[in-house]
């Protein structure tokens, strides 16, 4: 086949994009084909297109009047015998609850999104909400004269809208909440879940993730981790889930957005399928965009794609291309509906499981099967996008395929310059995206290629209390298909290690990465790559993880904090000319942190502003379950240049980790900013005991321990850099500098609560 160069403009340009999948680490899998939407079971009773009667016409034929709330006893109304089966296999305690019409209970998790945040100068409408679309497809389906019941908090709108009819506001009801919130990512999951999730216990959860993991560059493994929690905690309640891929982001370059999210939605459908599932794409562009046949030439494919698919953002003037319209949300409630009921429209094409081979670490070749499942021959755009870590280079913009034919596809891929790693920590797997129009149907689908000839996993695992040194849980796995010889050597700062290997053809080996700790008196934080080389049928690979150690604080003990434009240099032992230094005390009553602030001149800036921003992160779970998955939230401030004391923001319930769901009244939660008589400023946060409710706060034990971070910046007015002044890098401390994301409860320092602190240290991967 003929490659092209691959040079659209705008094509090259930063992403935020990574590959995954859950549990291959322990036992890496090869991939499976790609899916590019289950395939609709044949339904010979069911209408070709169009759904059966509903409710009305229903009432109608058994002689109701249809605004009766007396309920005849039926086991469904225009569902065949076949959907029926369908909806009992993904639901079938709600299949039972809603053919019964009692009262029935969803909560819906997700992003911003959720919330139809549209902007159009009134408040969004959560009625016009996926969600809400789905609610009200199962009570037109299941005959709830009394419709859908919003479960709002801290809102004077009605429950139910007012333009009903007056029966819709009687008679059996769905009730629904939704919990969107705006940057939540896969780690907030659980989070609103036992929260706000299970004030009242729901029949069926759905859950969306994606946008903000990608614009954050979570782990693929941790996304993973997270969701594998949130199927096991929906289940431990008793109730039943949907899972919901992400929508597609469509800024410019778009050939890079549109691809943004997809690692993760392939990740979630997966995980659906070994967990029995339901898995619904909602960033499957089949029902959104149509590309006429007699369009065929790929980049005029891929305007009209963006074109059409735009339609759906950016209502009155705004360039909102994150958050869809309302009628884009009809749409996707509809389809969830369709999943359920009849499955998903299947592909007139279907793409194999590929292979990614690495000529060099810089450069892979991209090989995978396309096939023409339809009755008639098809001309097919085929346009790789670009993720994160990898642009498309060269490819094969455009198959031509007689029915059944299957032709091999091929794109080269280079790294993007500044981006480190590059391949997945936990599995032996690519994942990248390629939009795919022609035979009537335009989808992404989501190639799932093995790394070749090896790969090197790494199980991205925080490690704490850890003493003297660290060793790396890591394996070298062959995927070459034949017997490979090689070596290795690897760096972490200033300790070396080399060797050689044999391995068997799919063979997996450990390599010995064991590194001594820092001694007592060096910083107490210190941030560098593991820089590890592998080399092996002529390629040699080059694989590079930051790793932060930071030994464990004790009471009254003062430890720098890190400049952010510098994260990777070990703090000083004191704050020097300018910094910020924080010492912890305790007693039975309460948690007090003080911060020195030596060097700065605080400036007041306009309206709105602070002259200083304070967050800090506790983790106060319990010994035991702070060792595991969890996340935190924050406590924020926004103080002036005047001494005084200043209030912090009202904390979510479940700011001190997972588990907590508590109602914190932020008065309680004091602080003060002074000045010493050498010109310095001085911060004091007291945090009453009784909020860390969950901790065992036995003081003078050094496992009593809490994880904890903190930042503070601070405000630098308008010069050449930013003429509206802004918090600049360099006056921005921060406690930790390591990859997590701020909520991972896994990326905390570890604060003992003793004034002996243990020499262990915590060990972060990432």
């Known amino acids: 086949m003929r490659n092209t160069n691959f040079n659209w403009p705008g094509f090259c340009v930063a992403g935020t994009m990574l590959g995954l999948v859950a549990g291959a680490f322990a036992q890496p899998?090869?991939?499976?084909?790609?899916?590019?939407?289950?395939?609709?079971?044949?339904?010979?009773?069911?209408?070709?297109?169009?759904?059966?009667?509903?409710?009305?016409?229903?009432?109608?034929?058994?002689?109701?009047?249809?605004?009766?709330?007396?309920?005849?006893?039926?086991?469904?109304?225009?569902?065949?015998?076949?959907?029926?089966?369908?909806?009992?296999?993904?639901?079938?305690?709600?299949?039972?609850?809603?053919?019964k019409r009692e009262h029935f209970h969803i909560v819906s998790i997700g992003d911003s999104v959720l919330e139809l945040a549209v902007k159009k100068g009134a408040e969004e409408d959560a009625e016009k909400s996926y969600a809400a679309v789905l609610a009200n497809e199962f009570a037109t389906q299941f005959y709830y004269t009394g419709g859908v019941r919003l479960i709002r908090t801290g809102t004077p709108k009605p429950a139910k809208s007012s333009a009903k009819p007056a029966v819709a506001q009687l008679g059996p009801e769905i009730s629904l909440r939704t919990l969107g919130r705006e940057g939540s990512l896969m780690i907030n999951a659980t989070q609103m879940l036992t929260t706000y999730g299970f004030e009242n216990p729901p029949d069926l959860v759905t859950v969306s993730f994606g946008i903000n993991d990608a614009a954050a560059a979570l782990n693929p493994a941790t996304y993973a981790r997270a969701l594998q929690e949130v199927i096991e905690t929906v289940r431990a309640r008793g109730a039943e889930l949907i899972l919901l891929g992400p929508t597609l982001t469509i800024d410019d370059p778009a050939e890079e957005s549109l691809g943004l999210t997809r690692a993760y939605a392939d990740t979630m459908r997966e995980i659906a399928a070994d967990s029995g599932v339901l898995f619904v794409d909602l960033g499957d562009l089949a029902a959104l965009v149509s590309v006429g046949e007699s369009v065929m030439e790929p980049a005029t494919v891929f305007d009209q794609i963006v074109k059409q698919y735009r339609r759906f953002f950016g209502e009155a003037g705004t360039t909102d291309f994150t958050h869809p319209s309302a009628e884009m949300h009809g749409i996707l409630g509809?389809?969830?509906?369709?999943?359920?009921?009849?499955?998903?429209?299947?592909?007139?094409?279907?793409?194999?499981?590929g292979t990614a081979t690495f000529e060099s670490a810089d450069k892979f070749t991209l090989r995978y099967n396309l096939r023409n499942d339809s009755q008639k021959d098809a001309v097919l755009s085929v346009l790789p996008l670009v993720v994160r870590e990898w642009k498309p280079m060269d490819a094969s913009p455009q198959v031509t395929l007689k029915p059944g034919e299957s032709k091999e596809v091929l794109a080269s891929y280079a790294r993007r310059p500044a981006i480190t790693g590059g391949l997945p920590s936990h599995e032996p797997t690519l994942r990248l995206p390629a939009l795919i129009s022609g035979a009537g149907i335009t989808r992404i689908a989501d190639v799932r290629a093995e790394i070749r000839p090896f790969t090197w996993l790494l199980k991205l695992a925080t490690m704490f209390n850890q003493e003297k040194a660290f060793a790396l849980e890591n394996v070298l796995f062959n995927t070459s298909g034949a017997a490979l010889k090689g070596s290795w050597s690897a760096e972490w700062?200033?300790?070396?290690?080399?060797?050689?290997?044999?391995?068997?053809?799919?063979?997996?080996?450990?390599?010995?990465?064991?590194?001594?700790?820092?001694?007592?008196?060096?910083?107490?934080?210190?941030?560098?790559?593991?820089?590890?080389?592998?080399?092996?049928?002529g390629v040699t690979l080059r694989f590079d993880r930051e790793v932060e150690v930071s030994r464990n604080i004790g009471l009254k003990e003062a430890v720098v904090l890190t400049p952010l434009s510098d994260p990777a240099k070990a703090p000083a032992n004191s704050i020097g000319a300018q910094g910020v230094s924080l010492r912890a005390d305790a007693d039975a009553n309460a948690l007090y942190l003080t911060f020195e602030m030596s060097g700065f001149n605080l400036e007041e800036p306009g309206e709105g502003a602070g002259a200083f921003e304070f967050e800090l992160g506790l983790d106060a779970r319990s010994y035991g379950k702070r060792l595991g998955f969890g996340s935190v939230d924050s406590l924020r401030l926004r103080g002036s240049a005047a001494d005084g004391t200043y209030p912090f923001e009202s904390p979510p319930p479940w700011v001190f980790g997972t588990g907590y769901a508590a109602t914190y009244d932020p008065k309680f939660i004091r602080s003060q900013l002074g000045s010493s008589r050498i010109g310095g400023r001085r911060l004091t946060v007291t945090l009453p005991r009784t909020y860390l409710y969950l901790h065992e706060w036995a003081i003078g034990n050094g496992n009593s321990q809490l994880?904890?971070?903190?930042?503070?910046?601070?405000?630098?007015?308008?010069?050449?850099?930013?003429?509206?002044?802004?918090?600049?890098?360099?006056?921005?401390?921060?406690?930790?500098?390591?990859?997590?994301?701020?909520?991972?409860?896994?990326?905390?320092?570890?604060?003992?609560?003793?004034?002996?602190?243990?020499?262990?240290?915590?060990?972060?991967?990432?």
């Open 707 to 766: 994880g904890i971070r903190t930042n503070v910046a601070f405000w630098k007015g308008p010069r050449d850099a930013a003429p509206k002044g802004d918090f600049p890098a360099e006056l921005h401390f921060s406690l930790v500098a390591n990859g997590r994301h701020p909520d991972d409860a896994e990326g905390l320092a570890v604060l003992e609560l003793t004034t002996k602190p243990t020499a262990r240290w915590t060990v972060n991967p990432f």
């Open 29 to 99: 899998a090869k991939p499976s084909a790609v899916r590019s939407g289950e395939p609709a079971k044949p339904d010979a009773k069911a209408a070709a297109k169009t759904p059966a009667p509903r409710a009305r016409k229903v009432a109608a034929e058994i002689g109701e009047d249809p605004r009766s709330t007396v309920m005849p006893q039926r086991d469904s109304f225009d569902l065949t015998a076949d959907q029926e089966e369908r909806f009992k296999k993904y639901l079938p305690k709600a299949f039972a609850k809603l053919t």
């Open 334 to 353: 509809n389809r969830i509906f369709t999943a359920l009921t009849r499955g998903t429209e299947a592909s007139p094409w279907s793409a194999t499981i």
């Open 493 to 537: 700062q200033g300790q070396k290690k080399n060797g050689d290997f044999s391995l068997a053809a799919g063979e997996k080996k450990a390599l010995e990465l064991s590194f001594a700790l820092p001694q007592a008196s060096d910083p107490w934080r210190q941030t560098g790559p593991v820089a590890l080389e592998i080399s092996a049928a």
